[in-house]
């Protein structure tokens, strides 16, 4: 038993660090080829009941996204400058890839992360860089009210292949603005990310690995292992496992 539990902790240790990992054999969705669509509209504002509290969105261009996470992360409306801003519309940010740089062969090299507002990215590989094009990568700020696309999006992972549909927008309440937007793909810097006025959300593709179902499984092993060396009756001289 002993040889089983720490097995089982040496796979669940290894698979958590690699359960993240993008699939030697990456097969994109032929839509996330494309650049993003983008089309001008007359600017139209929509007011939003949300949590207790009146938002304004200002829609600026129709906008449809298909692309490759990379990375994310969920936002709290109760933590940290949400709470501060009283912003409870901004459910998530999920920074994506498109294009030649999410066909590249050193993705596993390139290292993607997303701090409060925005994503990241490094590589120690010269041959990762040279293939990397920052211009087909973005970091999305989604705002929505619906329930149903909130739940969808917070069921999102790396890897997935994703498109999002709606409009680049500014937004706000009554104390001011929140959030503007980025309207073009080549900027960088403080307020290049998109904000994204969700009207549909889908994943495509899922972008589950084998290290992540792994991981999955080998977690859920020691905890049934733990639950019965616990919960099962004492027998006196029993010895650990």
Known sequence: MKVLV????????LSFFQRDRFASSLQLDARLLQEPLQQAQALERKQIQFKDRQYYVDRKFRYELYGLV??????????????????HLNVADICVIWSDTAQSPFLNQLDFWNGQFTCNVKTRSNE???????????????????????????????????VIKGWLSEYGHEQGL????????????????????????????????????????????????????????????????
């Open 178 to 241: 929140i959030r503007g937007t980025s309207v073009t793909r080549d900027d960088t810097g403080n307020g290049a990310c998109e904000t994204i006025y969700v009207e549909q959300f889908q994943v495509l593709r899922s972008g589950q690995s084998i290290w992540r179902k792994v991981f999955y499984v080998s977690a859920g092993l020691l905890i049934m292992l733990g639950l019965w060396y616990f919960f099962s009756p004492f027998k006196p001289g029993r010895k650990a496992p």
């Open 6 to 13: 720490w097995a089982l902790l040496l796979i669940c240790l």
């Open 70 to 87: 990379v990375s994310y992360r969920e936002h709290d409306g109760d933590q940290m400058l949400h709470k501060s801003w009283g912003d």
């Open 128 to 162: 990762a860089w040279a293939s990397f094009d920052m211009t087909q990568l973005s970091n999305n700020h989604l705002i929505t009210a619906s329930p149903y696309i909130r739940e969808q999006i917070r069921k999102v992972g790396i890897g997935d292949q994703i």
